[in-house]
């Protein structure tokens, strides 16, 4: 217990004299209002027993409770300083923004600059790219107009190639050994000598076949085709050295009608092919001619065009270091505005849980306040659970026979006053039914029928709250009404001591756990609910059991029994007295004054009565709902802040 040895030594004392005084109070009560009030030692084990419960559950709770909102409190301190610590955080990160920001800035203008001075670059390398393009485009006709027309003397010259290649050494020996060949043959060595630019005889003419042809020369061709190298010379002859007297020259030797492939095959064989070898090689003279200035200016244009790549590379060179350049400070500003972005973000974020805190702490501040107050009490509260369960467990145990006049009496004048007295701690002006009950459960009570006067709230508590089962004085019948309605949902089971499923009802409540109402007794209790009544339970294996008479009845924790009688001043002997809590149910006149305004409006006014009705429990749900959230509150806010 959480008290001085002082307090306990004094509890001891004031248990001792709520038990006499009760005892004496019965006494005085007989004589008042003629009415048999017993008091027993199993009364006051009740009484102790019924303390021990009582203390146990309070302090448990109120600690809980004290834990629970110093927690709550320490988690609004810790909240505070986080936001304090947000706030110093978002300063700093505004100021690494603003330096990132400006950073950006920078970035931007020099990428700004260099973007002007690359698209410069670029113009003056696109106007580069194009003059090559076109310079390219201009030399690329120039070589295909010369190649055009190379390619026309191409075909004879492959021609007289191909015949000169048919030519062998032994056609060479051959016609070397004759003495005087043909004057074809004659004529057409004379034209290998001039275009190999020998010695030939003073030309002369000479008619054949009516026609003036000139006359060939052999000697110098003989000793030509000594040479072992004839045939190689004349296929590597560089026909580029040819000029225009040579083709001249050999003009009045092409004239002649018979200076053909076939005239010249009849006479030589193959050697004939020296004579197509000569006529290619003056069209090819012909052809290069003109080609020639077209080749000439073709290399000129190439050297320049040489020149002209040679510097738009340079240009691309230059473009391309600017452009790496760029892309170098693009990326540099794609990284300061990502890491801009993430410092934005992350100053947003803090920003928000800031001020979703300071909004969550605001909210919370008249919780705090209320947290506050209650945490400063408990100790005290604590100290004080000393006496006020010692209060409330007499007040449970001892006072349901009497009336509201001795009730008010007895805890006036002997408990309360005898803690005082005492020096034990309690609640000054203790409200005992506050103390018990809250008002939700009251709400609850009234809802299903119990009057809302202090006495039937009073007998409510001791009802639900004594450790005996409750015997209810009620000749008008109003706490059998609460108690059914109270007791419906858990399919309450209603019967008499002289009905002949009595039997049959106790046991099968007590196997199922259900609540059972056994209605107008007289002052005398069937023997058979004695066992029940002293809760004499027998554990096997892991159910408890009663012994009823000849028969063991299974027992369920949730079992519950009351007992009403509509006598007005039954005599109960003491042995029943010690066994069951006797509550006086009789109806007071504040409580009967309650009962007839009502059924007057329900009569009168019905439609206010059924708005009376849905008020009260629209109250009732909203105080329910407040409790709960507010408990809801605390446990979340410590769960959730941790």
């Known amino acids: 217990m959480a008290c001085t040895e002082e307090a306990k030594s004094s509890l001891k004392l004031m248990m001792g004299h709520v038990h006499v005084s009760v005892t004496a109070a019965c006494k005085e009560y007989f004589e008042k209002f003629r009415r048999h009030v017993y008091v027993t030692p199993k009364s006051y084990l009740s009484f102790i027993q019924g303390y021990k419960e009582l203390y146990s559950r309070k302090w448990a709770y109120t600690e809980e409770l004290a834990q629970s909102i110093q927690a709550g409190l320490q988690k ?314 010692a209060v409330a467990s007499a007040f449970v145990s001892y006072l349901g026979p009497f009336n509201k006049e001795f009730r008010e009496l007895l805890m006036s004048r002997d408990f309360y006053g005898d803690c005082i007295k005492l020096n034990i701690p309690i609640t000054q002006n203790l409200e005992v039914a506050k103390f018990l009950v809250d008002d939700s459960e009251v709400g609850e009570w009234v809802l299903q029928g119990l009057p809302t006067d202090e006495l039937s709230v009073q007998n409510g508590i001791m009802v639900t709250r004594a450790s005996r089962y409750p015997v209810l004085v009620d000749p008008q019948g109003q706490g059998r009404l609460w108690l059914m309605n109270r007791e419906e949902a858990n399919q309450l089971k209603v019967t008499q001591l002289n009905d002949k499923m009595f039997r049959n009802h106790l046991e099968d409540c007590l196997a199922f756990g259900k609540p059972l109402l056994v209605e107008n007794i007289e002052e005398e209790l069937d023997p058979v609910l004695d066992p029940v009544l002293e809760r004499r339970l027998v554990k096997k294996g892991k159910s408890w059991v009663l012994q009823l008479a000849d028969k063991e009845v299974d027992f369920t924790d949730t079992f519950k029994l009351f007992c009403t009688t509509r006598l007005p001043n039954p005599h109960f002997t003491p042995e029943l007295c010690a066994k069951v809590t006797v509550v006086d149910f009789t109806v007071t006149m504040a409580g009967l004054e309650d009962q007839l305004l009502g059924k007057l409006i329900l009569k009168e006014k019905h439609e206010l009565e059924e708005q009376r009705q849905q008020l009260l429990e629209e109250v009732q749900s909203y105080k329910k709902k407040i409790k709960q959230l507010e408990d809801d509150l605390l446990f979340r806010w410590v769960c959730a802040y941790s």
């Open 76 to 389: 609004m301190v810790e909240a505070k300083e986080d936001v304090n610590k947000m706030k110093a955080e978002l300063a700093i990160k505004n100021q690494d923004l603003a330096a990132a920001s400006k950073e950006a800035e920078a970035l931007l203008k020099s990428i700004s600059e260099s973007t002007a001075v690359a698209e410069k670059e670029k113009q003056k390398v696109a106007v580069i790219v194009d003059q090559v393009s076109k310079k390219a485009a201009e030399i690329g006709a120039v070589k295909d107009d010369a190649e055009t027309d190379l390619a026309a003397a191409k075909p004879a010259l492959d021609e007289a190639l191909s015949a000169l290649n048919s030519i062998t050494q032994k056609d060479i020996v051959s016609l070397k050994a004759l003495k005087s060949p043909p004057d074809i043959v004659k004529r057409i060595f004379d034209c290998v000598l001039l275009l190999r630019h020998w010695p030939i005889d003073k030309a002369a003419w000479q008619e054949q076949k009516g026609a003036m042809v000139l006359a060939g020369s052999y000697e110098m061709a003989v000793k030509m085709m000594g040479d072992m190298g004839f045939l190689t010379s004349l296929l590597n002859y560089p026909k580029e050295q040819i000029d225009d007297e040579t083709v001249e020259l050999l003009q009045p030797y092409f004239a002649a009608p018979d200076f053909n492939f076939e005239s010249a095959r009849k006479a030589s064989g193959n050697v004939a092919g020296l004579c197509n070898w000569a006529a290619a090689m003056c069209k090819y003279h012909v052809v290069a001619k003109v080609v020639e200035p077209k080749i000439a200016a073709l290399r000129a244009a190439e050297a320049e065009l040489k020149v002209a790549t040679k510097e738009k590379n340079a240009a691309e060179d230059r473009m391309a270091k600017v452009q790496a350049r760029l892309d170098e400070m693009q990326s540099q500003f794609d990284a300061a505005m990502a890491q801009k972005q993430l410092l934005e973000e992350d100053a947003a974020n803090c920003q928000k849980k800031m001020d979703s805190a300071a909004a969550l702490l605001h909210a919370l501040a008249g919780e705090e306040s209320r947290w506050t107050l209650q945490s400063k009490e408990f100790s005290a509260q604590i100290q004080r659970l000393t006496g006020d369960c």
